[in-house]
Structures are given as structure tokens and as C-alpha cells.
T-cell receptor
Framework: GAGVSQSPSNKVTEKGKDVELRCDPI?????LYWYRQSLGQGLEFLIY????????KSGLPSDRFSAERTGGSVSTLTIQRTQQEDSAVYLC????????????FGEGSRLTVL | AQSVTQPDIHITVSEGASLELRCNYS??????LFWYVQSPGQGLQLLLK??????LVQGIKGFEAEFKRSQSSFNLRKPSVHWSDAAEYFC????????????FGTGTQLKVEL
């Protein structure tokens, strides 16, 4: 498709389970970001991928969170042993290499941990 | 410390009235500045951006923003608000020299009264 695609759009899971969230960026976009948006909060940076460089993981809140990007395209955000405080909308965004390029966001994956 | 602040959590304006949403940042140099809008059930969309040059920038949907270095501000304005402008607005900043991480403010929720 033409935009950033995220799946699933909604995920309900039980506390302690692992979840995987997927992001398909716009074709040709070398930069990919993950953000978390909690109710009443702004967007919290999680992780940033740029080409073949080492990712910037400085925003990951705990070692239960990890992300990978395979082949410079699709990215998967994994949350292990989910907790209720992980409930949020997880947003993915991509852009072309230059920082002046627009960041295009997907519609997010809403995670609810019961 | 580097930070971006949106002092107003909620703003209500009447349709046709003018609008100004505030954004301030704390940084020793000039960052890259952005405004995004998030409409209900939709992804984030870029309204405008500032990197350098003319401090008054025009964006989509009739919005503009002015960078004021002396005040460390990048306020968003619109002369006449339409009911369809009701949404959440986020100021975002790239602190140059600190990687390409886009840091968001906590957002301002705009309500438009008819």
C-alpha cells in the first residue's frame, strides 16, 4: 500500500503473555520509528532504525520490550510478559533518509492488557 | 535538559475565531520544529515544519507557525477556525546533534464550538 501499515489494529491479551506488533513502512523509507501513546499522554519515543546503523533503543522502557527490523523494511515490536501498564496505542512511522523529510505515521496498534 | 512543552492541555474556541496553540522548547541551539495533528480515529499528519530561514512558515489547512528564537517558541496559529479543525495537536522537536529522535509534546486538545 501507499502508507504505513500496522497490524494488528487491536490486540487484547492477558497479563504475562507475549505480544508482537508489526509495521510495514512506506517502500523506500530508510528510517523507522516506534512510539507509544498512552491515554492522556503524548507520544513516547521507543526506538528508531536508520538503514543498517545500530538502532537507537534509548526509549525502550524495560528489557521486556524489543524490536527488530528485517531486511531494512518490516519491523516487529515485541513485548514480553505484558503488564497492564503496557496498555497503549503503539504507533509506527517512517520517512526517507533525510531528517527534513516528513514522518508518515500508521494508524497504530491498540494494545489492551487485562 | 532538552524538552518540549505544550502548556495548554485543552483549548475551546468558537468556529470562525482565531487560534493560537503554544509550544516552547528548552535547548541550547535551534532545533528542527514540527506541528502534527491527530484527528479522531486517524493517524498523525504533518501540518508544517521549520528548519531554518523565514521564521514564519505556512502549512496545510490554513495553519501557520512562527519561530521565535528569543522566546524558544514555535506557536501554531490559524486566523479562522473551522469545526473540522477539532483534533489533538502535537508540537515535535528534533534536537540537532542528538540523533534523529523526534520528541513530542504532550499535545493540546482543540474543541470547536459551533
Amino acid at each position: 500500500g501507499a502508507g504505513v501499515s500496522q497490524s494488528p489494529s487491536n490486540k487484547v491479551t492477558e497479563k504475562g503473555k507475549d505480544v508482537e506488533l508489526r509495521c510495514d513502512p512506506i517502500s523506500g523509507h530508510t528510517a523507522l520509528y516506534w512510539y507509544r501513546q498512552s491515554l492522556g499522554q503524548g507520544l513516547e519515543f521507543l526506538i528508531y532504525f536508520q538503514g543498517n546503523s545500530a538502532p537507537d533503543k534509548s526509549g525502550l522502557p524495560s528489557d521486556r520490550f524489543s524490536a527488530e527490523r528485517t531486511g531494512g523494511s518490516v519491523s516487529t515490536l515485541t513485548i514480553q510478559r505484558t503488564q497492564q501498564e503496557d496498555s497503549a496505542v503503539y504507533l509506527c512511522a517512517s520517512r526517507l533518509i533525510q531528517i527534513s523529510g516528513e514522518l508518515f505515521f500508521g494508524e497504530g496498534s491498540r494494545l489492551t492488557v487485562l | 535538559a532538552q524538552s518540549v512543552t505544550q502548556p495548554d492541555i485543552h483549548i475551546t474556541v468558537s468556529e470562525g475565531a482565531s487560534l493560537e496553540l503554544r509550544c516552547n522548547y528548552s535547548y541550547g541551539a535551534t532545533p528542527y520544529l514540527f506541528w502534527y495533528v491527530q484527528s479522531p480515529g486517524q493517524g498523525l499528519q504533518l501540518l508544517l515544519k521549520y528548519f531554518s530561514g523565514d521564521t514564519l512558515v505556512q502549512g496545510i489547512k490554513g495553519f501557520e507557525a512562527e519561530f521565535k528564537r528569543s522566546q524558544s517558541s514555535f506557536n501554531l496559529r490559524k486566523p479562522s477556525v473551522h469545526w473540522s479543525d477539532a483534533a489533538e495537536y502535537f508540537c515535535a522537536v528534533v534536537f540537532t546533534g542528538g540523533g534523529n529522535k523526534l520528541t513530542f509534546g504532550t499535545g493540546t486538545q482543540l474543541k470547536v464550538e459551533l
